[in-house]
């Protein structure tokens, strides 16, 4: 006969922390309905079915990037991953989308619970659009003032996203927007992302009062992730200081900032730029054409690099979280070493000893699949 054993303190500091971190994303885990309040930041051509599955059976949130697609192309999507996972998942729409609205009537065909509208703010049209055919909206923020005309146009969340993010980037750093948009916004749950590669800064987020958090380039590496490989070892080789955005060499010729790792696609990008403005300062053509010719360069970049394994001169969209991608994993084993960080970083909050092998053990022995029993009857990635 075996004795039970008694437990020890650390076993109480185990679950000590495991209560309170369902409890500080407690909010976000109602809204996405999800174990764990992560969000798989749609990423086009990343996030497509089994990324997206990957991560909802993994206990998080996928988003389908749904970029430039049809509505033929998002339901089939949908389908796809419906498929693979049972899981909740929520799709990205882009807002300038010609065809936005069937894009949003296809979710809502399909009962997707939650959209996603990206790239500008939406408009209240396409918002109540959104609700009115059941899903709940989440918009992003890149101001205290836009969150709150959000959450007045009826958003029912909101995604802050620094600069510190992969693809496309506003000005402001995640740590900075954080401190203004999160003590502000109450009404809605806010999910904080950009630059977030490890637990504690997911729990230091959640302390500071976010509902949950949304990471990228993290995923890009996941086994199942369809980036082509040479993509992927370029991440692996990367470090933060290589992820950078886009550099404009003339403020008449504006360039929308976007965060990537350096290749030689940027270097051609400043020649291409200066001999366009070169034929422009010499009349050889005008500043609209001159400026689409600068914007075009990039059309089919991103594929090229994810898809076709194009690292030279392709978009390598990155965060600067990227230095934290050092090797391909299955999505579930990110998601519960990030979990397990959160867990130890709050053990030792609880008077654990500080044990600086925590920092970096392999995940999975705090147990994740454990996290949430109990307190809230959510089940766990494993089960
Ligand atoms: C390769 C790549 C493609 C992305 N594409 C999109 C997109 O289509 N729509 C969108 O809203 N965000 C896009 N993002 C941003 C992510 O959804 C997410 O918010 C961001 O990656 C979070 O920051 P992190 O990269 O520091 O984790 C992309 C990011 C990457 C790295």
Redesign the pocket.
């Known amino acids: 006969m075996t004795q039970a054993t008694a437990p020890t303190p650390e076993d109480d500091r185990t679950r000590a922390a495991r209560a309170r971190l369902d409890r500080l994303w407690s909010r976000g885990r109602a809204f996405l309905g999800t174990e764990l309040a992560i969000m798989g930041?749609?990423?086009?051509?990343?996030?497509e079915r089994n990324l997206v599955a990957a991560i909802s059976n993994g206990g998080a949130f996928g988003?389908i990037?749904s970029?430039s697609m049809t509505p033929d192309q998002l339901q089939a999507e949908i389908l796809g991953t419906r498929a693979l996972t049972s899981r909740p998942f929520g799709v990205?729409l882009?807002t300038l989308h010609p065809r936005l609205d069937d894009l949003i009537d296809v979710c809502a065909e399909h009962r997707v619970s939650h959209i996603?509208l990206?790239?500008g703010l939406p408009s209240s049209a396409s918002i109540r659009r959104a609700k009115d055919r059941g899903a709940k909206v989440v918009g992003?923020a890149p101001a205290a003032s836009i969150a709150r005309k959000l959450v007045k146009n009826g958003a029912d969340a909101i995604?802050i996203?620094g600069m510190?993010?992969?693809?496309?980037i506003g000005p402001v750093a995640t740590s900075v927007l954080a401190q203004e948009i999160l003590p502000v916004v109450n009404d809605v749950p806010v999910f904080v992302?950009?630059?977030?590669?490890r637990g504690e800064a997911i729990l230091s987020y959640l302390e500071m009062g976010a509902a949950g958090v949304?990471?990228?380039?993290?995923f890009?590496c996941a086994t199942e992730s369809v980036a082509h490989p040479r993509y992927k070892q370029a991440f692996i080789n990367a470090a933060a200081r290589d992820a950078v955005p886009s550099v404009q060499i003339d403020p008449r010729f504006p360039v929308i900032p976007v965060r990537a790792l350096n290749n030689e696609g940027t270097r051609r990008f400043q020649v291409f730029q200066r001999e366009v403005i070169d034929r422009f300062n010499r009349g050889e053509v005008s500043q609209k054409d001159a400026q689409l010719e600068i914007e075009h360069f990039w059309a089919g970049a991103?594929r090229r690099a994810?898809i076709e394994g194009d690292v030279e001169n392709g978009s390598l969209?990155?965060?600067?979280?990227v230095g934290m991608v050092t090797r391909e994993q299955p999505a579930a084993e990110i998601l519960g070493e990030l979990v397990d960080q959160a867990i130890r970083s709050l053990m030792v909050r609880l008077g654990g000893p500080e044990k600086p092998e925590w920092r970096d053990s392999g995940p999975g022995d705090l147990g994740r699949s454990d996290l949430g029993r109990g307190q809230s009857g959510m089940m766990g990635a494993a089960e």
């Open positions: 930041g749609a990423m086009t051509w990343v996030s988003v990037a970029g990205n882009i996603v990206a790239g992003f995604l996203e510190e993010a992969g693809g496309h992302a950009g630059g977030i590669g949304q990471l990228g380039t993290r890009v991103l994810v969209m990155a965060g600067q979280s």
